[in-house]
């Protein structure tokens, strides 16, 4: 599916994620991230618990919903300047 949103780890929040497919409810707190509610037969994306590093993801397929962490666009920059 189309992206819905990209959400800072560093800003707690409660994300309601719907569409036609159903609801999901994701929240970000401490740096992590995890479906707290989800109305899909399965539930497993609720009961795969959280993520926090770079290039985990929680899926919920009945959904076609994934949510990735994704690395910021700082790392691997150089930060200061050479002079």
């Known amino acids: 599916g189309e992206e819905i949103g990209r959400y ?40 795969q618990g959280a993520v926090s590093r770079v290039g985990e993801s929680i899926i919920c397929l009945p959904h076609e919903l994934v949510v990735t962490v994704e690395g910021e666009e700082t790392d691997g920059g150089l930060d200061g300047v050479a002079g």
């Open 8 to 47: 800072s780890l560093q800003e707690d929040s409660r994300i309601p994620l719907s569409d036609e497919e159903g609801e999901n409810l994701l929240i970000i707190e401490d740096g992590t991230a995890w479906m707290e509610e989800a109305d899909c037969p399965d539930r497993l994306c609720v009961r």
